[in-house]
Each structure stands twice: as structure tokens, then as C-alpha cells.
């Protein structure tokens, strides 16, 4: 165990304190969060705002030690002047520790100011608090974050007047400059330690526009320390978990339904299961009651309700819980598919629901022949360029397959804008157009992640029209394929493929889930269609299915006789580059979701790497593009067969 609470910790405590008791055992209780905290730390861009936060103090001085003991000794030595400005300033107090990522001194004033890569705009100020003077969810975990830092400096600093203040990114703001973004790149050391390095000094124009705002959160800290649960002010439940932690003591755990996501569950044995351990303790569940889905696997349903009702397992779930309603368009309606999916369980049932006649219909609307399309996007923190606000988002990449009525299915088209520091969306938008103006054919996307890009790349289209010389056509082709923010559409409007998931086919396969990284896998292992075709190395095959990435690929892989999940197939990033040193930030080496592709392509703008390292990432990223179009092919190939 630590001998400090640190500000991490407690805001593991804020989510649930019972989770202090496992954090401090990683050897013993598996913790999926640690798997990844690198990447979710670039995924969120905190080291490069909290680098670009510094630029604006331009008398700060570093805390750059080896360890915790000269950071403190270093951070008493500056805080002895009358006047300072630390980042990464050390302070303990009772068994407390903060790392400060900005403290200002002023004589007997300290100025605390914690930088998040988080966005906000003037009028969303307004929703930090709930009219009954609390925290409103979204913001409960940054208020906990300054609350416990100022909690410390009030006890290190008693005679002290201490202010606190969130720095946050200003989405009401507009990058000054061109090539800001890639004046602050991040690498490791040898030992693994994150280093930001400025390429180049930031400019008079570069900090001419702050990008980032301070926000005064004191009213909002007493709001959070005297929020009450169970008729008690939380900053008294604090100073029993701050005891219980700092005693070896584990929390008594409440089954709550943040519990579905707990980062410390385990089912494979590898490692103890915290999350097993609490509902052993607090609902006496056995291994037999963990086999059992629970209502953490139904669908878009109030859980803490459940809960709070006694109502753990989804057989136990009624249609009181639900209030089933019929939808006014074809197929399933949320709720129905709710109460099918709890019927399944209740009746033992594992065959997949399929509505042949609805689908079927809908399929004979389809013009051939069909696109199925897959953007990859991000939304960096510092932007490209000038004019661009924090977070703005941009496409970087497309893959596109196409199907003709004879069944013939190809990887036709794909584009990935890998070029520094330049915001590709008009050119990704050429490039689309000139990928589907060639026939009127259905075109599909999977839930409304294209069609929202796409409206907001025509917004600047039409806000920047005279700056764009084919800007009338690039309009015309977006607006027929797209539903507008005011739910009109055209003809060729893109065909969401989840929404008819959701209508029209359930597989408990799925374990309610609805993301294509579960219903392909799924579909892969009831389609008899689908696993002859796809055994044989025909994906890439020069006489059979052509594709951009792949060669004589076969899709249906087992491993002891269970067929492998296709994202599981993919290879390693970094195998292009074979035994050489490789500086490769990833700690997972397969790309298998979207935001990890968000994370590649973020990590080759914003990291110093070798042409290898890109050569490798670029590569996992054109082929794992290119299997969720492909993933959707063939869930229609399978829909095709299933409903003749």
C-alpha cells in the first residue's frame, strides 16, 4: 500500500472507494485501466495542453525530479520566495500528496490552477452545478480533482488564502496560427518517461489568442464537500475513506452501476476479480450466480433503478421495469427489443431473432450497387490551423467496399491524409465524392458517425464557399447522401446499418450489444453462408475478392474450434518493423476499436517517430478501416442468405 492519498486516488474514491482496496494491490487483482493509461492520457491530449497551459506562464519553473522526495524538497525551497510560479509543485500533508500541475504564489496567496484536456464553451459554464447548488455528473470528477487539491493545501497552508481554478480548453476560442500543433510533440526516454519537446518556441502570434480559459471553482468545491448521501456532507464520507485507505481497510461495497464497467474484473482466472469480490460480499453471489447475464447486459435501461430494486440478473428483470411500447416505424421498437433480449435469458433461448419479412422488404428498396463506408476521425485539442477551434473535428480516412447485385463484393476505394499538421477534410470529401458519384447506388454507413462528419464538413463548406473553388460541388454531393440536422433527407440518403440491427435482427450472442465490433463476430458464427465462403484465403486472392491491404486472406480462423474474432486477426502495428528498436508509444500492438485508431493517428501528429514507426502505424491503420467495411458487406451477405 502507498504511504500517500494521492488526487488520483481519491478520485477512484469519488467513483467508488471500495476500488482504493484493489488499486493498491496490482499484483494481485487484475486492473484493466492501468492496460492502457498511456493511451488514454494521448487520446485526450492532457500532455500537450498541459505543455501548451505552460507556454502562457512564461516565469514557471519545472519540478523535474527523480523522485518524490527531491520534488518536495524542491517545491519548500521555491515557495519560500515571496513570489513563484510552479509546475508539478510537490506538497505533502498528513499522509496527503498533490502534484500540482500549476501553483502561483503571490506573498500569502496560492493560486492553484488544474489544467484539463477538456473543452467548454461560455454558456456550458452554466452546467458545472445543478440548480440544487450540486455537481452535475459530467463535471464531478474535475471538481473532485481541485476540491482534493485544495483540501491538502488548506492543511499544508493554514494562514494561507488559497484560490483554485480549472484550466480548460476554450471551444469559443480560434487557433491564432498555422502550424501551432506541431510546435509541441511528445516522446519517452529510456525509461519510459513521457518528455514534451517544443520543436520551436511558441511565437508572440502563437500565444496571441489563448486557447485555453481559468475558471474559479471555490463556489463549486463547497458545493461538492457538502453534497449529502445518506443525510451525511460528503467531506465526511472523505475523511473515513482517506482513513480506511490509509489503514489497509477496504470500503464495504455497494453494487451501483458503475460496477459494469469496473476496471477491476476478471473472469479467466488470471488474476483475483474485485468486482467478484464486492458482489460476493454484498449480494452473497457464487460463481454459478456470476455465470448468469445481469442487467449490466441490457440494452439502454436505467440500471441504478433496477438496482436499487434488488434486480441484479436480467431473468429477474419484468416487463414492469421496462414499460414496453410499440415504435410507429417497422420493427422493433427499444423497448421491445429490451424485453426480447430478457426473454431470451428467461426462456433459455440463444437463437438469433431475425424479422425476415420486415428486413426483406427493406432489402427491395436497395438500388445495387451497394457502398458500405467507414470513417476514422479525431478531434485534436491544439488545431491545425487558423480559424480552428479546440476539438474541431476532421476525417483523415475512409475505406470503401462495394457489392454488385451478382454478388461480387471488392475493397474498391480508401484514403488516409497522414501529412502533418493539415486539416484534410475537404480533400477527404473530394476523395469520397470521386469513390460514389459514379452510380446512384444504396449507400451504408453504421450508426450516425459519417452522417454527423459529413454535416459538419458542409458547414464549413458553406461558411468558407468563396475560399473553395469546387465548393458547389462538394455541397451537392453531401447533401443527398446526408440527413440534416433538421431530419430531412433525400433519396440517396446513407442507410444506417445499426438502426437496422436494432430493428430487425437480436442475437444473444451480442450480450445486448449493438457496435459492429459485436455483431460481426457474432453473425460470423451462425452464418453457415458465411464461414464456406470465407474459409478458403479468397479475401485478396487476384481472381476473387480484390482488396487494398490483404492477400490471400481467410476470415474464418479457429482456435479450438471456436471460430476467432476477425479483430483478433489483425497483425501486430509494429511488425513491418521486425527486431529493430522500435519507440512505439502503444502498449496494446493491434488496433481492434475506433479510438484506437483515433489514438494512431493522433500519436503521428503529435509524437516524434522514425519513418518505420509511421510506415507501420499508417499500414495498421489502412487495414483495420478496411475490415469494418468489410464487416458490414458481410452482415448484408449473411442478411441476403438468411432471409431467401
Not at 498511456?38 to 516565469?59: D, H, I, N, Q, T
Not at 427493406?362 to 491544439?382: K, N, R, S
Request: hydrophobic residues 35%.
Amino acid at each position: 500500500m502507498s504511504n500517500y492519498l494521492t488526487k488520483s486516488k481519491f478520485k477512484l474514491a469519488v467513483e467508488c472507494p471500495t476500488k482504493l482496496f484493489y488499486n493498491d494491490r496490482p499484483n494481485v487483482y487484475a486492473n484493466k485501466s492501468q492496460e492502457n493509461s498511456f493511451l488514454k492520457a494521448l487520446a485526450e491530449g492532457g500532455y500537450l495542453v498541459e505543455a501548451l497551459a505552460r507556454c502562457y506562464f512564461p516565469e514557471g519553473i519545472l519540478i523535474d525530479a527523480d523522485n518524490t522526495d527531491k520534488a518536495i524538497e524542491l517545491t519548500e525551497k521555491y515557495l519560500k520566495n515571496d513570489l513563484a510560479t510552479l509546475f508539478q509543485a510537490t506538497i505533502t500533508v498528513d499522509n496527503f500528496l498533490i502534484k500540482a500541475d500549476i501553483l502561483i504564489k503571490d506573498k500569502d496567496h496560492l493560486k492553484l490552477i488544474e489544467v484539463k484536456a477538456k473543452s467548454i464553451n461560455s454558456s456550458e459554464i452554466t452546467n458545472i452545478a445543478t440548480k440544487k447548488n450540486t455537481i452535475s455528473s459530467k463535471w464531478r470528477q474535475y471538481i473532485a480533482d481541485v476540491a482534493f487539491q485544495k483540501y491538502v493545501l488548506q492543511k499544508a497552508f493554514p494562514n494561507y488564502r488559497i484560490s483554485t481554478y480549472l484550466m480548460l480548453l476554450d471551444k469559443d476560442s480560434i487557433c491564432p496560427t498555422d502550424g501551432l500543433s506541431q510546435k509541441i510533440l511528445i516522446t519517452k526516454d529510456n525509461g519510459g518517461k513521457i518528455k514534451i519537446n517544443i520543436t520551436e518556441p511558441l511565437t508572440d502570434d502563437d500565444l496571441s489568442i489563448k486557447l485555453l480559459r481559468q475558471i474559479n471553482t471555490d463556489d463549486y468545491i463547497d458545493y461538492f464537500w457538502h453534497e449529502k448521501f445518506d443525510d451525511i456532507p460528503y467531506i465526511n464520507h472523505f475523511e473515513t475513506y482517506a482513513h480506511d485507505y490509509l489503514h489497509g481497510k477496504k470500503s464495504k461495497p455497494i453494487p451501483k452501476k458503475e460496477c459494469g464497467k469496473c476496471q477491476f474484473k476478471c473472469s479467466d482466472g488470471s488474476m483475483k476479480s474485485g468486482f467478484y469480490e464486492c458482489w460476493q460480499e454484498a449480494l452473497a453471489f457464487t460463481d454459478k450466480d456470476f455465470e448468469e447475464p445481469t442487467v449490466f447486459e441490457l440494452w439502454r435501461i436505467n440500471k441504478d433503478k433496477l438496482l436499487s430494486n434488488g434486480t441484479y440478473k436480467l431473468k429477474d428483470v419484468t416487463e414492469d421495469d421496462i414499460n414496453i411500447k410499440c415504435s410507429n416505424e417497422p420493427g422493433l421498437s427499444s423497448s421491445e427489443r429490451q424485453w426480447l433480449q430478457v426473454q431470451k435469458v428467461k426462456n433459455n433461448d440463444s437463437s438469433v431473432y431475425i424479422d425476415k419479412d420486415g428486413l426483406k422488404e427493406e432489402m427491395e428498396t436497395w438500388q445495387f450497387p451497394l457502398h458500405f463506408i467507414d470513417f476514422e476521425t479525431a478531434m485534436p485539442p491544439i488545431p491545425f490551423n487558423k480559424g480552428a477551434h479546440p476539438y474541431q473535428g476532421i476525417a483523415f480516412q475512409f475505406s470503401h467496399h462495394i457489392m454488385y447485385e451478382d454478388g461480387t463484393i471488392a475493397h474498391c476505394d480508401e484514403y488516409l491524409n497522414d501529412a502533418l499538421g493539415i486539416n484534410p477534410n475537404i480533400d477527404f470529401v473530394r476523395k469520397l465524392k470521386a469513390s460514389l458519384e459514379n452510380d446512384n447506388g444504396t449507400i451504408f454507413r453504421y450508426a450516425d458517425h459519417e452522417n454527423t462528419y459529413l454535416n459538419m464538413i458542409l458547414d464549413d463548406i458553406e461558411l468558407n464557399s468563396d475560399c473553395i473553388a469546387d465548393s458547389v460541388e462538394l455541397i451537392a454531393f453531401i447533401k443527398p447522401i446526408t440527413k440534416s440536422k433538421n431530419g430531412e433527407y433525400d433519396n440517396r440518403c446513407m442507410i444506417d446499418l445499426r438502426k437496422l440491427v436494432l430493428q430487425y435482427y437480436y442475437d444473444p450472442l451480442t450480450k445486448g450489444s449493438n457496435s459492429i465490433k459485436d455483431v460481426y463476430p457474432a453473425i460470423l458464427k451462425r452464418s453457415a453462408y458465411l464461414q464456406k465462403k470465407y474459409a478458403a484465403p479468397i479475401y485478396g486472392a487476384s481472381n476473387d475478392i480484390l482488396s487494398k491491404n490483404f492477400k490471400d486472406f481467410s476470415w474464418i480462423q479457429y482456435d479450438s474450434n471456436k471460430i476467432k474474432n476477425p479483430y483478433d486477426l489483425l497483425e501486430p502495428i509494429n511488425k513491418e518493423i521486425g527486431n529493430a528498436k522500435c519507440e512505439l508509444l502503444f502498449e496494446d500492438n493491434k488496433l481492434k476499436e475506433g479510438g484506437a485508431a483515433t489514438i494512431a493517428y493522433m500519436k503521428m501528429q503529435f509524437t516524434q517517430m522514425s519513418v518505420e514507426e509511421r510506415k507501420s502505424l499508417k499500414n495498421a491503420l489502412l487495414k483495420y478501416c478496411e475490415l469494418d467495411t468489410l464487416a458490414m458487406a458481410m452482415i448484408v451477405e449473411a442478411w441476403f442468405d438468411m432471409v431467401k
